[in-house]
């Protein structure tokens, strides 16, 4: 069974630019979250869709916005890029129940120039 | 807010031998759940051991196996017969239940295996 996909590995943007990351979850997955990694603040919740709607979200500003399809996939967007954006974002894809295990992509790795 | 803290940023052990891996975790909560993660250099998070805060067993996975004290807060990994292969960093993350599957994760510990 094939796993988490993140789209794309890595990716460079300009300051001011936006950008868009995608994550097709494991087939019968309905919950997907999104993590931001970086070195002085560790990993953080952004926000989690299940069945295309928004159920959590984390103290990110509003320049980070996501969305879920009907097929489950999610895409993440952050505008007005700053610096310290520069990080590794991870997805992850669960089944629903608060037992189960959050099965995790390899990342994007952005950089911010 | 629940917060999650591993006071260890990093360990080192011997190949073969025991460690523990420390977390302590704060919540006004009493239902919820907690997991040990592992994140090799390939970047991908593995969970390693889940423990539901309503059993007072602690979890075991083969090689790993959990302290888990509810009064004290505090979630501990034993990494057994330590293997070149399990240095990684250990995140220790805490989910409330039926809240989602939001996970709030501690700071990390690198664990390095000497050969």
């Known amino acids: 069974k094939a796993g988490v996909t993140q789209t794309p590995r890595y990716l460079i943007k300009t300051r001011g630019q936006q950008v868009t990351l995608s994550c097709s979850p494991i087939s019968g997955h309905r919950s997907v979250s999104w993590y931001q990694q970086t070195p002085g603040q560790g990993l953080q919740f952004l926000f989690e869709?299940?069945?295309?709607?928004?159920?959590n979200k984390g103290n990110f500003p509003g320049r980070f916005s996501g969305r879920q399809f009907s097929n489950s996939r999610s895409e993440m967007n952050v505008s007005t890029l700053e610096l310290g954006d520069s990080a590794l974002y991870l997805c992850?894809?669960?089944?629903?129940?608060?037992?189960?295990?959050?099965?995790f992509g390899q990342g994007t790795r952005l950089t911010v120039v | 807010a629940q917060t999650v803290t591993q006071s260890q940023p990093e360990m080192s052990v011997q190949e073969a031998e025991t460690v523990t891996l420390s977390c302590t975790y704060d919540t006004s909560e009493s239902d919820y759940y907690l997991f040990w993660y592992k994140q090799p250099p390939s970047r991908q998070m593995i969970l390693v051991i889940r423990?539901?805060?309503?059993?007072?067993q602690n979890a075991t996975e083969n090689r790993f196996s959990v302290n888990f004290q509810k009064a004290a807060k505090s979630f501990s990994l034993k990494i057994s017969d330590s293997q070149l292969g399990d240095a990684a960093m250990y995140f220790c993350?805490?989910?409330?239940?039926?809240?989602?599957?939001?996970?709030?994760f501690g700071g990390g510990t690198r664990l390095m295996v000497k050969p």
């Open positions: 993350a805490y989910r409330r239940n039926n809240a989602g599957n939001m996970l709030t």
């Open positions: 869709y299940f069945s295309e709607t928004q159920r």
């Open positions: 992850a894809s669960s089944l629903e129940g608060s037992w189960t295990e959050a099965f």
């Open positions: 423990q539901e805060a309503y059993k007072q």
